[in-house]
């Protein structure tokens, strides 16, 4: 009777696992149009691997320059770690308000972060879709349009960077009472946006590598406390008792790795804290979106499906500790 929601939830894993095993791949492409002169500006554009893999049987990324300005030579790409980097000199007339400015294209659901700044004026912020990968310049910034686009982005980062969003799944396995896992986020919340925060405005900052390391570690760690309660529900682990406070000291690793994710996309002049505010919501409104769907979910297997609740919650804690483990070994051995 219970085969068919075996199946399912099966099918649920296998859907999941599938996904890119390159957690932070997620982070949206971007491109920017400096003035340097009156008239004389600088496109540099820059495209993480997800973004541009199909761009690689090109010799370079294709720029969408606005009409009133033309190109002064060839543009130039460079691989970099995980990403495509390029950059065009352009002769341009008139103030530009308009036209556009942007990628060709955008492949999937990957995002892009367009950046317009002019001398002497505010500098012009977009977000960049699949189905808009240009954006029009304006006579004047758009405050609600930062806050808008880095509310999205915010809110992607934490559904769709698998590193983090497993940490939570993972949580919430363990945690399961609503009170609890709600503390329990909380002190997520709280410490990733101290070292969030901390880190944007350069009060402190720690090297990349480690903060990945460490989130990967946390990963692990959350799995095998899952494991061993699934074995002895009685067991009273240390996260057990005490999750806020785990959730508290790795919430502050994995705010540096929100920073990193927001420094590549940069926030814009004159607009910092509204940007970093909105990126931060979203994170926050991604991160309850997935625990409320989560407890549901597992309050409704409780009740219909209570024989298939423990293998299939085994199931997932395996597949969250085997995902955590090899990002783990990957970004130590490198």
């Given at each position: 009777?219970?085969?068919?929601?075996?199946?399912?939830?099966?099918?649920?894993?296998?859907?999941?696992?599938?996904?890119?095993?390159?957690?932070?791949?997620?982070?949206?492409?971007?491109?920017?149009?400096?003035?340097?002169?009156?008239?004389?500006?600088?496109?540099?554009?820059?495209?993480?691997?997800?973004?541009?893999?199909?761009?690689?049987?090109?010799?370079?990324?294709?720029?969408?320059?606005?009409?009133?300005?033309?190109?002064?030579?060839?543009?130039?790409?460079?691989?970099?770690?995980?990403?495509?980097?390029?950059?065009?000199?352009?002769?341009?007339?008139?103030?530009?308000?308009?036209?556009?400015?942007?990628?060709?294209?955008?492949?999937?659901?990957?995002?892009?972060?367009?950046?317009?700044?002019?001398?002497?004026?505010?500098?012009?912020?977009?977000?960049?879709?699949?189905?808009?990968?240009?954006?029009?310049?304006?006579?004047?910034?758009?405050?609600?349009?930062?806050?808008?686009?880095?509310?999205?982005?915010?809110?992607?980062?934490?559904?769709?960077?698998?590193?983090?969003?497993?940490?939570?799944?993972?949580?919430?396995?363990?945690?399961?009472?609503?009170?609890?896992?709600?503390?329990?986020?909380?002190?997520?919340?709280?410490?990733?946006?101290?070292?969030?925060?901390?880190?944007?405005?350069?009060?402190?900052?720690?090297?990349?590598?480690?903060?990945?390391?460490?989130?990967?570690?946390?990963?692990?760690f959350l799995a095998v406390e899952v494991a061993l309660v699934l074995r002895e529900p009685e067991r009273?682990?240390?996260?057990?008792?005490?999750?806020?406070?785990?959730?508290?000291?790795?919430?502050?690793?994995?705010?540096?790795?929100?920073?990193?994710?927001?420094?590549?996309?940069?926030?814009?002049?004159?607009?910092?804290?509204?940007?970093?505010?909105?990126?931060?919501?979203?994170?926050?409104?991604?991160?309850?979106?997935?625990?409320?769907?989560?407890?549901?979910?597992?309050?409704?297997?409780?009740?219909?499906?209570?024989?298939?609740?423990?293998?299939?919650?085994?199931?997932?804690?395996?597949?969250?500790?085997?995902?955590?483990?090899?990002?783990?070994?990957?970004?130590?051995?490198?």
């Amino acid at each position: 009777r219970n085969r068919p929601m075996i199946r399912w939830l099966i099918a649920v894993f296998l859907a999941l696992a599938a996904a890119p095993l390159a957690a932070d791949e997620l982070r949206p492409s971007v491109i920017e149009m400096t003035e340097r002169t009156q008239g004389e500006w600088v496109l540099d554009w820059k495209l993480p691997v997800a973004a541009s893999r199909a761009q690689t049987a090109a010799p370079f990324a294709q720029p969408v320059i606005p009409e009133s300005c033309t190109l002064k030579g060839e543009p130039v790409q460079r691989a970099e770690a995980l990403a495509l980097v390029g950059r065009a000199d352009l002769s341009c007339e008139g103030g530009l308000a308009g036209e556009s400015f942007g990628l060709s294209e955008l492949i999937g659901n990957a995002d892009a972060i367009a950046r317009f700044v002019p001398l002497e004026r505010p500098v012009q912020s977009f977000r960049l879709t699949a189905e808009t990968p240009a954006a029009t310049i304006l006579a004047e910034p758009d405050r609600w349009q930062v806050l808008r686009d880095y509310l999205v982005i915010g809110a992607e980062h934490i559904l769709f960077g698998w590193d983090h969003l497993l940490f939570v799944i993972a949580l919430v396995l363990l945690v399961r009472g609503p009170w609890p896992v709600v503390k329990a986020a909380t002190a997520f919340t709280v410490a990733h946006s101290i070292t969030l925060v901390a880190t944007t405005l350069g009060y402190t900052g720690l090297p990349g590598r480690p903060v990945e390391a460490l989130i990967a570690l946390s990963i692990v760690f959350l799995a095998v406390e899952v494991a061993l309660v699934l074995r002895e529900p009685e067991r009273r682990t240390f996260t057990r008792r005490f999750p806020w406070v785990v959730a508290f000291g790795f919430g502050l690793v994995h705010g540096f790795g929100f920073a990193g994710a927001l420094a590549d996309i940069g926030l814009p002049q004159g607009e910092i804290a509204s940007a970093l505010l909105a990126f931060n919501l979203g994170v926050e409104a991604g991160q309850l979106l997935v625990i409320a769907a989560l407890v549901a979910l597992l309050a409704v297997l409780t009740r219909t499906a209570p024989k298939v609740e423990t293998p299939a919650l085994r199931l997932a804690t395996y597949g969250i500790g085997i995902t955590g483990s090899f990002w783990l070994i990957e970004r130590v051995v490198g």
